[in-house]
């Protein structure tokens, strides 16, 4: 078998297989065409999903008539001319195959105007094959129309899914470039059906016009710098999570891409407030030197590579870490005509209502010792709020430390079932889950103190021994030579080859059942190894130790308990959600109250 060289037509359709591989890729490489052209409005119209006409318009700076011809022809390109230009690539396209790809599998007709010429000019293309160009009617801009795609390769037409599946496809490729350039308009229109139409304007309008008002209200702002680096944009709290991840938008340098770098440190962020079988929702935009990510790596352009791969996903992972980790109530969002107004902050948010600032005068307090919350869940202080609820004293409502407006969960009122709290705050009904605020604010308590290596002891006035198997006592001996047990705040001791005793708890544990809590530890000790527990699986094990120190369900809590629970969880990182991923707490606003009890019908 001699060897040959290919025609240029077969060659742009074996590009074509990797660029265009259903209507959605050859409507996304069209698109990047109008941005970089500086459109500044974008009209789409589809027929059959795609599959029997693409036409995008645009308003941008046009195609010459002398160059309509390379505009359609391989490797034909006005984005660079030289080595150099290809490593810094700033525009969307590059590789000069898009068009050419494309018009060798269809019917293309290309008509563009530049400014101050007298008309328009259009060249076709049919299966590759030019026709002459001739003038024709636009007043400016560029319309590209693709008509028929694969026609001429059957085999690859097949692939191709019903209409309603392509149009899907299209519809993402058309949002995804719509969030990406918020200051351009675009409209979307199928089988002559006016679908989507975006208005030019800030970036947290586009948000909601394409990611909807219920990702914008969950969503907080994220918009780090640091060495040349800057990401930007929205990510949903963790109680706004998914079941696929179909609400997951990254771009560099304004490029959507899929890059797996990017997706680990994103997931690592959301790993300790998020369930794991649950995804994340987010849009986030990272900007960097075009010199250090290298997106030529794939024809689809959907995969870059990035020349210092570790400094960007510490730089992502602790960007999003930041602000997840505002404690509850703590809001990023700035309302317009503020100073440092955030584009990016949630556009829905419940309006303030203006409540008595006052507590309820019904006493609801239960027959627990007044000391059980400082003792339970560590050093409260002794505020002027707690002394005047124990006292069933009210403040009158120009006291300031009663105001409901200022503390974002709001005061208590009552406990239901010896579950759920119950609170009043400027919105309306605020209801907490106690064991898993409480065992979050516990979590954070001993990553901190963990981290500070300050974890403190509680020697126990009588030891206390329990039977052990012999992996367990091992597992004693090996954490106790190498010290892993006293940096968790344990003292544990060999007695006999079938006895341990439990000697010391942590102090912010001492009254978690010991020997419940000892076996937990040690067993995720013998499981992991002791440097892999306190290393990769430091969290999984943490979060076991905080579980038994939680105020447990069916606990009886006062008014003052409630209340300082709640000053806990407001000043706690990441309070918002267990360490399982659930929701802590719940608001529920005054109009939803009103809706249900149908006021004002």
Not at 533 to 546: H, I, K, P, V, Y
Request: proline share 4%; aromatic share 6%; with cysteine.
């Amino acid at each position: 078998m001699s060897i040959h060289l290919l025609t240029d037509q077969l060659i742009s359709q074996i590009a074509a297989g990797e660029v265009v591989e259903r209507p959605a890729s050859a409507l996304k490489e069209l698109l990047e065409n109008s941005l970089d052209a500086g459109s500044t409005d974008v009209q789409v119209s589809l027929l059959q999903g795609g599959i029997k006409q693409l036409r995008v318009a645009d308003n941008g700076a046009g195609v010459a008539k002398e160059e309509l011809v390379l505009a359609l022809t391989r490797h034909a390109t006005s984005k660079i001319s030289n080595l150099e230009d290809l490593e810094s690539v700033a525009s969307l396209g590059f590789r000069g195959e898009a068009l050419a790809s494309i018009a060798s599998i269809s019917r293309t007709q290309l008509l563009s105007r530049q400014g101050g010429n007298k008309h328009a000019w259009r060249i076709a293309s049919e299966g590759g094959t030019m026709s002459a160009i001739g003038p024709a009617a636009l007043d400016a801009g560029t319309i590209v129309e693709v008509t028929d795609l694969y026609f001429n390769t059957p085999a690859r037409r097949k692939f191709l899914k019903t209409e309603a599946t392509e149009f899907g496809h299209c519809e993402e490729a058309f949002n995804r470039i719509a969030l990406s350039r918020p200051d351009v308009g675009f409209m979307l229109q199928h089988n002559g059906r006016a679908l989507s139409r975006f208005v030019a304007g800030q970036p947290e309008r586009r948000f909601v016009d394409v990611l909807g008002s219920e990702f914008s209200a969950e969503a907080l702002s994220v918009d780090e710098t640091s060495a040349g680096l800057r990401l930007w944009g929205m990510a949903a709290k963790p109680t706004f999570n998914r079941n696929t991840r179909d609400t997951q938008y990254v771009y560099v340098n304004g490029r959507f891409v899929r890059d797996k770098l990017i997706s680990h440190a994103i997931r690592q962020a959301y790993q300790d407030v998020l369930h794991h079988d649950r995804h994340p929702a987010f849009v986030l935009f990272l900007e960097l030197d075009p010199t250090l990510v290298d997106v030529n790596v794939h024809p689809a352009k959907t995969e870059v590579r990035f020349r210092d791969a570790q400094a960007i996903h510490r730089f992502i992972f602790h960007a999003l870490h930041k602000a997840l980790a505002a404690p509850t109530g703590a809001s990023n969002a700035v309302t317009a005509g503020q100073a440092g107004y955030n584009p990016f902050a949630p556009l829905v948010s419940n309006a303030s209502i203006n409540y008595p600032t006052y507590q309820s005068q019904i006493n609801l307090s239960a027959n627990e010792s007044p000391n059980f919350y400082p003792t339970l869940f560590g050093n409260i202080q002794n505020t002027t709020e707690t002394h005047a609820l124990q006292a069933n004293i009210h403040a009158p409502s120009g006291d300031a430390d009663f105001s409901v407006e200022r503390h974002a969960l709001g005061f208590a009122v009552a406990q239901i079932h010896g579950i759920y709290v119950l609170a009043q705050n400027a919105q309306g009904l605020v209801v907490v889950d106690m064991h898993a605020a409480h065992e979050r604010i516990m979590y954070e308590k001993l990553k901190n103190a963990l981290d500070k290596q300050s974890v403190s002891m509680q020697p126990l006035l009588l030891p206390v021994s329990f039977n052990a198997d012999k992996l367990e006592v091992a597992t004693v001996n090996e954490a106790v030579k190498d010290g892993n047990l006293q940096q968790l705040g344990f003292d544990i001791a060999v007695l006999s080859p079938t006895t341990l005793a439990v000697r010391a708890v942590p102090t912010m544990l001492q009254h978690a059942d010991a020997v419940t809590l000892a076996r937990d530890v040690l067993r995720d000790l013998r499981e992991y190894g002791a440097s892999r527990a306190l290393t990769e699986r430091r969290n999984e094990l943490l979060g076991t130790m905080a579980c038994h120190a939680a105020v447990r369900a069916n606990r009886s809590l006062t008014i003052p308990e409630m209340n300082a629970l709640l000053r806990d969880m407001e000043a706690t990182e990441r309070s918002g959600q267990c360490n399982h991923g659930r929701p802590t707490w719940f608001q529920v606003s005054l109009s939803d109250l009103d809706k249900m009890f149908m006021r004002g019908k």
